[in-house]
């Protein structure tokens, strides 16, 4: 019984698949050979075609006897077997039938000097691996790889049937799991879909009286704009039908706003040019009665939808506060931008809240939101460029502030 050492030769193998408690030795590892031999000089015959043939280093063990034989495959289990088809006292089919009960994975491969064509055939017939003749050694490590292939594809479909398996299980005992969740979203989904109508003709009858309310409210504006257009001919301009005169057409354009979003329209409309943002915050606070010190600064923007925007802000703030003297405007400059704040001393906004305030038709009393109001001022702000957004005020109340974007030095 001899033990022989041959080099690897270049890794070009791919990667070994493990397959139970058996796999093919990896590169670098060393592939362990059972060569049932009785002549010395025939192994080393062997061993010499092997040489730098394959992608492992071999350890080629060498026994000449049955006994030799099951010890080996008990005691050092080998990777592959060669086996001569005759020997004196023993065969290539009696070891083949002992290792294949021992290790029905381990390639078995015949190397013989001479082997019929009927002898050779039923050989296979039986499941050895092949067979080489010994005139012909230099198949031998062509053979050698292909039944390496051949082992590592079986185990991948091994191990593809037991992941079907495996995968089959696990969908068998969700499918139950799915089942029982189907019929708890069944119930789940009747109760959904009766609340979905009741809100559908809620948010229905909404829209509904909005753009009745809307309508309704056109025909006595444009008689108003009539009767100041008059006044103002008959008795001469004055700051006071002018005034009345810009509250009726923001009021007209208010109502032409609410009128497209309860068709779920965006505000439309916006004429931008340069304009000074500092009147049109005193204005606003000249007419609410409010408090304002504003920045004399000049932006790009429509002067009468700012209007409306803060117009919205601070009627919303003295609603919610009870009392003009409890809100303020201001603003100051920030690097690239205004910031207009409407500062008041009411409640303040929740936390809940706050995501939800600028959304269309959400109404809170907390909040201060008429339903759409916010929902125009933001939209004007975004079209500007700008945003708009609440915090807390120090010491109780809410700030909604408007940032809007300076004009750039080459605009100027």
């Keep these: 019984m001899t033990d ?20 093919f030795p990896g590169p670098g590892e060393a592939l362990n050979v059972l060569h049932l ?35 080996a495959l008990d005691n050092d289990p080998p990777h592959l077997i060669l086996s001569d088809y005759a020997l004196p006292s023993y065969d290539g089919l009696s070891a083949y039938r002992a290792a294949s009960a021992r290790l029905p994975e381990v390639p078995f491969i015949i190397v013989t000097g001479a082997l019929g064509e009927e002898v050779a055939v039923d050989t296979l017939r ?14 031998l490590a062509p ?59 809620a948010l229905n009858m909404q829209k509904t009286f909005l753009a009745e309310t809307s309508h309704e409210l056109r025909t006595p504006l444009t ?57 049109v915050i005193s204005q606003v606070g000249r007419d609410y009665g409010v408090r304002a010190t504003p920045e004399n600064i000049e932006i790009v923007g429509d002067p009468v939808r700012l209007s409306q925007v803060f117009m919205n802000l601070v009627t919303n703030a003295i609603r919610v506060s009870g009392s003009p003297e409890l809100v303020h405007l201001e603003s100051s400059l920030r690097p690239g931008e205004v910031e207009v704040r409407v500062v008041d001393r009411g409640p303040g ?42 915090t807390d005020t120090p010491g109780g109340g809410a700030t909604f502030r408007v940032r809007l974007p300076l004009p750039d030095e080459e605009d100027e």
């Design 126 to 139: 039986q499941g050895v691996t092949d067979y080489i003749l010994k005139q012909r050694l230099d198949r």
């Design 223 to 279: 008689a108003l704009h009539g009767y100041l257009r008059r006044a103002e001919r008959e008795a001469g301009g004055s700051q006071t039908l002018l005034d009345a005169q810009r509250v009726a057409e923001n009021m007209t354009r208010l109502v032409n706003d609410l009128l497209q979003l309860s068709r779920g329209e965006l505000v439309q409309g916006i004429e931008m040019h340069f304009m000074n943002l500092g009147k």
């Design 4 to 23: 022989t050492e041959v080099k690897p030769a270049a890794l070009d193998a791919a990667p070994p698949v493990p397959q139970r408690s058996y796999r």
């Design 37 to 71: 031999e009785d002549s010395e000089l025939d192994h080393e015959l062997v061993v010499m075609h092997l040489d730098g043939e394959l992608p492992w280093q071999l350890r080629v063990r060498r026994v000449e006897d049955e006994a030799g034989f099951l010890a």
């Design 349 to 390: 906004v929740p936390d809940a809240i706050k995501p939800r305030i600028f959304d269309k038709f959400f109404r809170g009393k907390e909040a201060g939101s008429a339903g759409l109001g916010l929902t125009i001022a933001q939209q004007v702000v975004t079209s500007h460029g700008g945003t708009l957004d609440v």
């Design 143 to 201: 053979t050698i790889r292909r039944a390496v292939a051949e082992v590592e594809a079986r185990a991948s479909r091994e191990r593809a049937e037991q992941e079907v398996l495996s995968l089959n299980s696990s969908l068998q005992a969700r499918l139950i799991e799915v089942e029982r969740l189907r019929n708890t979203a069944e119930r789940q989904s009747q109760r959904l879909e009766i609340q979905a109508r009741q809100l559908e003709e």
